[in-house]
């Protein structure tokens, strides 16, 4: 199905092909998620804590002025930026995740729509566990699955320092299988920084700022962030 879409009245997309499935998944507020076919087409800027996406020229632009507070002196003590270089397979993209634990760097699928840390039983299987899991139920773009949350240590995007504990959910998604992933990494590791995805580069990177300390919010052109769906 075509269609003609808009955001927050500042992007339109023509001419993109558009599934409709008859599933769960989206919050109540949110109609759609925009995909990697759509967002490997121009940067793709987004700030968690501000509430701001931004689109090609506009998102470099954003990511110019963010390097510039991180460089100043009310930013020290932040841990900074990195570069993550991503992959594509089977048209969507991976980056490697850094356990913290034997199983060292494992394959991953980058999903900025993803609320949490999303782990295949194997990798759960030798994340340290910082305590008991909780069961619940997800529900997404394949259906309604039993899982279960708990809080491990090791997982990062960097692996440059000991990782601080983080939430994980533990489920049997068949996205592994599919794709040779081990864990879909989502708001639960990406939510701390500010992003720049140049998904539309050769090859496609993910770069991180550190977000800035509560009470510092930078105003910018952009786009309202509900759900980025990479």
């Known amino acids: 199905m075509t269609q003609t879409l808009k955001a927050g009245g500042l992007l339109s997309l023509s001419g993109v092909e558009a599934l409709v499935l008859p ?6 507020d949110v109609d759609g998620v925009l995909g990697a076919p759509q967002l490997r087409q121009l940067p793709l800027w987004i700030d968690p804590l501000g509430g701001v996406m931004a689109f090609g020229r506009r998102a470099l632009q954003a990511a110019d002025r963010a390097s510039d507070d991180q460089a100043s002196p009310r930013s ?8 993550i270089p991503l992959r594509w397979h089977r048209g969507v993209p991976l980056l490697s ?4 634990s034997r199983a060292g760097m494992v394959e991953a699928l980058a999903d900025t729509g993803a609320e949490g840390l999303f782990v295949s039983p194997e990798l ?3 994340l340290p566990a910082l305590g008991p899991s909780q069961p619940l139920r997800v529900a997404g773009f394949c259906g309604e699955q039993p899982a279960s949350m708990t809080r491990v240590q090791g997982p990062s995007l960097t692996g440059r320092r000991p990782a ?3 939430q994980v959910i533990l489920t049997t998604n068949p996205v592994f299988q599919s794709l040779g992933v ?3 990494v989502g708001q639960e590791l990406l939510r701390p920084h500010r992003q720049l995805w140049r998904l539309e580069s050769t090859p496609p990177t993910l770069h991180l700022q550190s977000a800035p300390a509560p009470g510092i919010h930078e105003a910018g052109d952009g786009v309202s962030f509900g759900s980025a769906g990479v």
């Open 23 to 28: 599933v769960g998944g989206l919050p109540p």
């Open 182 to 184: 081990k864990a879909i």
């Open 124 to 126: 759960a299987a030798v």
């Open 76 to 83: 020290s003590g932040a841990e900074g930026e990195a570069t």
């Open 97 to 100: 995740l850094a356990t913290g």
């Open 164 to 166: 601080a504990p983080v």
